[in-house]
Antibody, heavy 118, light 106 residues
Framework: QVQLQESGPGLVKPSETLSLTCIVSGGSVTSGAYYWSWIRQPPGKGLEWIGYIYYSGSTNYNPSLKSRVTISADTSKNQFSLKLSSVTAADTAVYYC??????????WGQGTLVTVSS | EIVLTQSPATLSLSPGERATLSCRAS??????LAWYQHKPGQPPRVLIYDASTRATGIPARFSGSGSGTDFTLTISSLEPEDFAVYYC????????FGGGTKVEIK
């Protein structure tokens, strides 16, 4: 059974960089044909896809966030990470990591709330 | 960007009733559409993928239909645990979600 768990600071100051890590167990970030994704949900709003890193290491980002987002993987630790720079209050959200398989997100982390505030 | 529009925004129904949720895409997504159930404090759970395939462990009362731009999620008889927010998601282009439909108890 694949399990994902987000970790990182719950509070980030405006203009700083949000950094989260997703630890994967029961599966490998280098195993074939999976996209390791980040999704967020601002309070009271819907879901927004942030981007993914493919098992091959290639990445793809939501165009609206592309200039601020970096997703990377540490295969030795079987985890992948999100960095979102120059954050504002609008980046306050529950952040989820998830695995995309055959066009659907089949495994999700529990989510972590990140608040942007001074 | 492919925009997904869900309707209605809120559906007020009683247990045992049939729920019909709609998702319309701004351009064809072929059959690359999934549906999720989302409850407070939990991550979303995939119900349907490729428009009509039930995910593992999903009860048969959940069904999906459609292709191209118009899709429907049907819950044949609502159980108490089905009251939640439902999202559609496409993967024809870069991944986008619809705005959600809240199914609430009448």
């Amino acid at each position: 059974q694949v399990q994902l768990q987000e970790s990182g600071p719950g509070l980030v100051k405006p203009s700083e960089t949000l950094s989260l890590t997703c630890i994967v167990s029961g599966g490998s970030v280098t195993s074939g044909a999976y996209y390791w994704s980040w999704i967020r949900q601002p309070p009271g709003k819907g879901l927004e896809w942030i981007g993914y890193i493919y098992y091959s290491g290639s990445t793809n980002y939501n165009p609206s966030l592309k200039s601020r987002v970096t997703i990377s993987a540490d295969t030795s630790k079987n985890q992948f990470s999100l960095k979102l720079s120059s954050v504002t209050a609008a980046d306050t959200a529950v952040y989820y990591c998830a695995r995309e398989s055959w066009r659907r997100l089949d495994y999700w982390g529990q989510g972590t709330l990140v608040t942007v505030s001074s | 960007e492919i925009v997904l529009t869900q309707s209605p925004a809120t559906l007020s129904l009683s247990p045992g009733e049939r729920a019909t949720l709609s998702c319309r895409a701004s351009q064809s997504v072929r059959s690359y559409l999934a549906w999720y159930q989302h409850k407070p404090g939990q991550p979303p759970r995939v119900l349907i993928y490729d428009a009509s395939t039930r995910a593992t462990g999903i009860p048969a009362r959940f069904s999906g239909s459609g292709s191209g731009t118009d899709f429907t999620l049907t819950i044949s008889s609502l159980e108490p645990e089905d009251f939640a927010v439902y999202y559609c998601q496409q993967r024809s282009d870069w991944l986008t979600f619809g705005g959600g439909t809240k199914v609430e108890i009448k």
